[in-house]
């Protein structure tokens, strides 16, 4: 079987999804391995490629051989006795080099359902970082809300003292601590879809639902991005697997021609004779031994003439199928590479307006120190530095995720 092919593409997919994310996914590469080894999914298809590996042997089989046995109950009589039974056997042969098609017929059939198993890990590779990613969005944006809420804790104190001397209302307590209430219960939200996400993620694993993932606490983007063109998409499996149809159905056809053909049969048959005892005479009782060859023609041939139609459409079909999912490809290459630049620009954008509003923030801290302090200006400026924060967030796993798309389809 060649897959030696197939193979390297899967290990190079794999090595670069991990690579990609640098020293980040150490973690998610142990997942992705542990989801591989323990998915039934997969397990389904190894099975489904061992039966068509099998076929390859069941390929090689020729016509059962016939044996007949009679007694003459009413005995014929010939000139050196009478005939008392016949014995016989018979065996067809097919034409030249069918076995060998049948062969290349079921190793091109097994090789297609080999790619449906490279295509079911590459797609379970994919599934669980796309998880993995969502999980590190929940957990960097819970990180986010507890430095928020530490930060609100501290302006809250500095508000009691402003209260105590007189230059704050107890409304601006109450604010502080209404906004405070409000990201706890953000943050206990995101607990339970860290729940959710990761009975997920534990399912695709195949333990229990309820087991601990962990996932990096940081993530920066790549200096650069990785150049790409539509023509990487050529080596998908998915593509590369209509490829494989399309040769199946073309083996198909040469065995089809080779079952159109005659059979060719040769036997013996064996007739046990009586010495007759009226008369002496040569060769008296000589038993009667008789080759045989036949041969089968396929005079109504109007099956395998449809048949050869029938390939010929299905040829034009499996074309068409993939011409159809490069169109698809194409289109999902295109919108997870704009979806990823985007992400990028979000993220830069998102750093600038983080900056201005620490700076923001510092100039607060500074009136305060020469004693005036407006906490209306604190909450915008706590509310704006948040929103960045977790667009941050959010532009990080939305290119990594995208990222992972990317590498699902061109590598």
């Known amino acids: 079987m060649k897959k030696d092919k197939t193979n390297i593409q899967f290990v190079l997919f794999f090595g670069i999804c991990l690579s990609a994310f640098n020293s980040y996914s150490q973690d998610l590469n142990t997942y992705i391995d542990e989801a591989i080894s323990n998915s039934p999914e997969i397990k389904k298809f190894e099975l489904r490629y ?3 590996t099998e076929k390859v042997n069941e390929a090689n089989w020729i016509p059962n051989t016939e044996f007949s046995a009679g007694y003459f109950v009413s005995t014929p009589e010939t000139r050196v006795g009478a005939q008392r039974a016949r014995i016989g056997f018979k065996q067809m042969l097919p034409w030249f080099g069918t076995i060998t098609a049948r062969k290349n017929y079921a190793t091109s059939m097994a090789e297609a359902d080999y790619l449906e198993v490279t295509i079911a890990k590459r797609k379970l590779v994919l599934s669980v970082s796309q998880f993995y990613y969502l999980l590190y969005e929940i957990r960097a944006k819970q990180g986010v809300l507890d430095q928020n809420i530490e930060l609100l804790q501290t302006y809250e104190r500095l508000a009691l003292t402003s209260v105590e001397v007189g230059k704050a ?17 953000e943050k206990e939200v995101l607990q339970q879809q860290n729940k959710g996400i990761q009975a997920a993620m534990n399912s695709l694993l195949n333990r229990e639902y309820n087991k601990e993932v962990i996932v990096v606490d940081s993530l920066q983007l790549p200096l650069e991005d990785r150049q790409l063109s539509f023509e990487a998409l050529t080596v998908n499996p998915e593509l590369l697997k209509f490829d494989k149809l399309y040769e199946s159905v073309a083996q198909s056809e040469l065995l089809n021609l080779r079952e159109a053909q005659p059979m060719f049969g040769f036997g013996v048959d064996y007739i046990p004779v009586s010495e007759r005892i009226d008369m002496n005479m040569p060769d008296n009782g000589k038993d009667i031994v008789m080759p045989m060859v036949s041969i089968s023609i396929p005079i109504f041939n109007n099956r395998y003439k449809s048949i050869t139609k029938q390939n010929d459409l299905r040829q034009q079909e499996i074309t068409s199928q993939k011409d159809e999912r490069l169109n698809g490809l194409k289109t999902e290459l295109a919108k ?7 992400s990028r620009i ?32 604190v909450l915008d400026i706590q509310e704006l530095q948040l929103k960045f924060q977790t667009n941050q967030i959010e532009s990080i796993k939305t290119y990594y995720q995208q990222s992972t798309i990317i590498n699902y389809l061109t590598i």
């Not at 209302?169 to 219960?185: G, T, Y």
């Not at 900056?355 to 305060?368: F, G, P, T, V």
């Open 50 to 52: 061992d039966i068509s």
């Open 169 to 185: 209302s107890a409304v601006d307590v109450l604010r502080l601590q209404i906004r405070q209430n409000e990201l706890q219960q």
């Open 336 to 342: 997870a590479i704009s979806q990823r630049n985007q």
């Open 346 to 377: 979000k993220f830069e954008t998102q750093s600038k307006n983080l900056q201005q509003a620490k700076d923001a923030e510092e100039i607060l801290i500074k009136n305060y120190e020469t004693g005036t302090i407006d906490f209306n200006d």
